[in-house]
C-alpha cells in the first residue's frame, strides 16, 4: 500500500529517468573498473608474452647446441656454429669497466651535490645531471666513435702501453696496436652513461638521511667525510647499492653506443685494447642479416641470456631500493 | 703528527676528490653537447627538412627519417600511454592495496629498464616474423612497449599523490567511482599525468635499438606503415657506420637534432611537474 501511495506521490517519468540514470552510472563505473584492471593484466601478460618468445625463439638453438652454446667461442655463421661466451665475456668485462669508472664517481657527484656544492647551484647541476641521463643512446654512440675513440687512439693507449709494457699481469691487459675502439673506449662510455644514474640516484637516497643525524654527527665534530663514511654511507647503503645494481642493469643492456666502439670481434682477448663484442651489440649487428633458422634462433637466445642476467640484476636493484623506501616512510 | 691534522687531511682530501668528481662528470657531458653542436650544426641546412636520405655522393636530406619517426612515435605513444595510465588507474585508484597491484609494479619496474634491443626481438618474433616483412606499425609497438612503463610509473605516482580528502568529498556528493576518478583525481593529477607522457615520448624518440628490425629503415619517402619506414635514431646508425663522408654529416644533424628534440621535452616535462609543486 504504501508503495503505491509513494508511487503516485512522486511524478512517473522522473523515477525511471534516476532508476536508468544511475543504472547506466552503474554500468560505467563497472566497465571503467574492467577496463583499467583489464589494463593492468596485459602489462602481465606482455612481460610474460616477452619471456615466453624468447624461449620459443631459441628452442632451435638449445636443441642445436644444448648448454655448451654458453661455453662455446664458435661463432661461424657458415658452418652454423653458434656460442655465446665471446659475447657474454664481452659484456660483463664492459659492464665492470664502466662500473669501475662510475661508481666511485657518481657516488662523488651526489657527495657533492648534498654536501659541498654552493646551495644557488645545487638544482641546476642537479637538473643538468638528470637531462643528461635522457639524451639517447646513439648520442654517445657517435660521439664515442668519431670523437673519444680517435682521442684515446692518439693521446691515451700508446702512453698506457707504454707505461704498463714492463709491469707482468697489466702488460697483457693493455697490450695490442692501438685502435682507437675496443673494450676499454666501450666500458668507458658505458661509464658516462650510468654516471648520471648512480649520481642521481644514490643523491635521492642521501637525501633520505633524517636531519637529526647528520646534526648530531656534525654537533660531535664530524668533518665532512667523516659524516659520509660513518653516518649518510652506512645508513643509505641498501640504496646506493641498489642504485648502482639499476645502473649496472643499464651497462648491460646498452645497445647502440656499445655497437659503435665495441669493434664487433667474436673473441676473447686479455687486452682491455682488443675489440671484443656484446651481446646486445652481436644482436644489434647480426639480426637483420642472419640467414637460416638456427642462425637467427641463436641470436634470440643471445637476446634470452641478456634479458636473464639483466632480470636479475634489476629485481635485486628493485628490491634493495624498496628496502630503503619501506625505511625512509 | 695529531689526531687533528690527520683527520683534517683526510677530509680536505675526500672533499677535493668529490669536486673532481663533480668536475669530471660534467665535463664529459659538457663535451658531448659541444661536439655535438659544432658537428651538427654544419650540416643544418634547409635540404635536411624537404629532401629524403640520398645515396652516397648527392645531395639530401632526413625528411622521410624524420616524418618516419615522428609518425612511429605517434602511434607508438597513441596505443602505449591509454594502456599505461589505464593500469597506472587501476592501480593507484581500485586496487591499492591487491597482490596484482603489487605484481605489476614489480614486473612493470623490470620493463622499465629491460633492455630495449629484448623488446624489439620480441616484437620481431610476434609480428615481423608471421607478417613475413619489417614494417612501420611493428616499429610503432615496439616502441608502445617502451611507453607503457614509464606512463604507468608516472601515472600511479601521481595518483597516489592526489590527497584521499577529495576522493571523499565528492564521493560524498554521490559521484560514483568513475567520475571521481575522472573528474577529480585526473583533474587534480593533470600535470603529473602530462609529465608522464612527454617522458615516455623523450625516451622513445632516440630509440634505436628496437626499431634495427621491427621498422628496419627505408630510403624513400614513405607513410605506408605496412611497409619498413625510416627513422631518425637508424638512419643515424646505419649513415655514422657508413665510410661515406656526407652521410657521416647527416648522421651528426640528425644526432642534434633528436638531442634537441629530447631535451626540450625534458625541460618541458620538468617545468611542467615543477609549477605543479610550487601550486600546492
Known amino acids: 500500500m504504501s508503495e503505491l501511495a509513494m508511487e503516485s506521490a512522486v511524478p512517473r517519468p522522473a523515477v525511471v529517468d534516476r532508476t536508468k540514470a544511475l543504472s547506466s552510472i552503474a554500468l560505467l563505473d563497472r566497465i571503467f573498473f574492467q577496463v583499467t584492471r583489464a589494463a593492468a593484466v596485459i602489462v602481465l601478460v606482455i612481460l610474460s608474452g616477452v619471456i615466453v618468445s624468447l624461449v620459443h625463439g631459441s628452442l632451435p638453438a638449445i636443441k642445436a647446441f644444448g648448454p655448451g652454446f654458453l661455453i662455446s667461442q664458435a661463432w661461424n655463421p657458415v658452418t652454423e656454429n653458434f656460442g655465446a661466451l665471446p659475447a657474454i665475456f664481452g659484456t660483463i668485462v664492459t659492464s665492470l669497466v664502466a662500473m669501475l669508472i662510475a661508481v666511485p664517481v657518481g657516488i662523488g657527484i651526489a657527495t657533492f651535490l648534498t654536501e659541498l656544492c654552493p646551495h644557488a647551484l645545487r638544482r641546476p647541476i642537479g637538473v643538468a645531471i638528470e637531462l643528461l641521463a635522457g639524451i639517447p643512446s646513439i648520442i654517445y654512440g657517435i660521439w664515442g666513435l668519431f670523437v673519444f675513440a680517435p682521442f684515446i687512439q692518439t693521446h691515451v693507449q700508446p702512453g698506457l702501453i707504454s707505461l704498463f709494457g714492463d709491469v707482468p699481469v697489466l702488460s697483457s691487459i693493455f697490450a695490442g696496436p692501438p685502435y682507437g675502439i675496443g673494450m676499454l673506449t666501450a666500458g668507458f662510455i658505458l661509464a658516462i652513461m650510468v654516471l648520471p644514474f648512480i649520481a642521481s640516484i644514490s643523491r635521492d637516497v642521501f637525501e633520505t638521511v633524517p636531519p637529526v643525524l647528520k646534526e648530531a654527527a656534525i654537533g660531535v665534530g664530524c668533518t665532512t667525510w667523516e659524516l659520509m663514511r660513518y653516518v649518510v654511507l652506512p645508513y643509505t647503503r641498501v640504496g646506493v647499492i641498489g642504485g648502482i645494481m639499476l645502473g649496472l642493469g643499464r651497462a648491460l643492456g646498452e645497445t647502440m653506443a656499445v655497437t659503435f666502439v665495441i669493434g664487433n670481434a667474436h673473441k676473447i682477448s686479455p687486452s682491455l685494447f682488443a675489440p671484443g663484442t656484446t651481446i646486445s651489440a652481436t644482436i644489434a649487428n647480426e639480426f637483420t642479416e642472419a640467414v637460416g633458422d638456427v642462425y637467427t634462433s641463436a641470436l634470440i637466445e643471445l637476446g634470452l641470456i641478456l634479458f636473464v642476467i639483466t632480470f636479475i640484476v634489476l629485481a635485486i636493484a628493485r628490491y634493495m631500493l624498496m628496502r630503503i623506501e619501506r625505511k625512509s616512510a | ?280
Do not use: C
Not at chain 2, 1 to 27: C, D, E, Q
Not at chain 2, 54 to 63: C, D, F, N, T
Not at chain 2, 109 to 123: C, E, K, R, T, Y
Not at chain 2, 211 to 235: E, I, R, Y
Open chain 2, 1 to 280: 703528527m695529531s689526531l687533528y691534522a690527520t683527520r683534517r687531511r683526510r677530509n680536505s682530501l675526500a672533499t677535493t676528490l668529490a669536486w673532481g668528481a663533480a668536475i669530471f662528470g660534467l665535463t664529459w657531458l659538457l663535451l658531448i653537447l659541444v661536439a655535438l653542436l659544432y658537428e651538427g650544426l654544419r650540416g643544418l641546412s634547409p635540404a635536411v627538412f624537404t629532401q629524403t636520405t640520398p645515396p652516397p655522393g648527392s645531395q639530401g636530406g632526413l625528411v622521410n627519417a624524420i616524418a618516419g619517426s615522428l609518425v612511429m612515435t605517434v602511434i607508438g605513444v597513441a596505443i602505449g600511454a591509454p594502456l599505461g595510465m589505464l593500469a597506472g588507474t587501476y592501480m593507484a585508484e581500485y586496487g591499492r592495496y591487491s597482490k596484482l597491484t603489487a605484481v605489476v609494479r614489480f614486473i612493470n619496474d623490470i620493463l622499465l629498464s629491460a633492455p630495449s634491443i629484448v623488446i624489439g626481438l620480441f616484437v620481431y618474433t610476434l609480428l615481423v616474423g608471421p607478417m613475413g616483412h619489417f614494417s612501420g606499425i611493428s616499429g610503432a609497438v615496439a616502441l608502445a612497449l617502451l611507453v607503457v612503463p614509464v606512463v604507468l610509473r608516472t601515472t600511479e605516482d601521481m595518483l597516489l599523490l592526489v590527497p584521499g580528502s577529495m576522493r571523499e568529498a565528492a564521493a560524498a556528493l554521490g559521484a560514483p567511482r568513475a567520475l571521481v576518478i575522472g573528474k577529480v583525481a585526473y583533474r587534480a593529477a593533470k600535470a603529473g599525468l602530462v609529465t608522464g607522457i612527454l617522458l615516455a615520448v623523450a625516451r622513445v624518440s632516440g630509440e634505436t635499438a628496437p626499431l634495427l628490425f621491427t621498422a628496419l629503415n627505408n630510403q624513400f619517402w614513405s607513410t605506408d606503415l605496412n611497409a619498413p619506414m625510416a627513422s631518425l635514431p637508424v638512419v643515424i646508425f646505419q649513415f655514422a657506420l657508413s665510410p661515406y663522408k656526407d652521410w657521416q654529416q647527416l648522421a651528426w644533424t640528425g644526432a642534434l637534432l633528436i638531442t634537441l628534440a629530447v631535451l626540450a621535452l625534458s625541460i618541458t616535462a620538468r617545468a611542467l611537474s615543477a609549477g605543479r609543486r610550487k601550486s600546492k
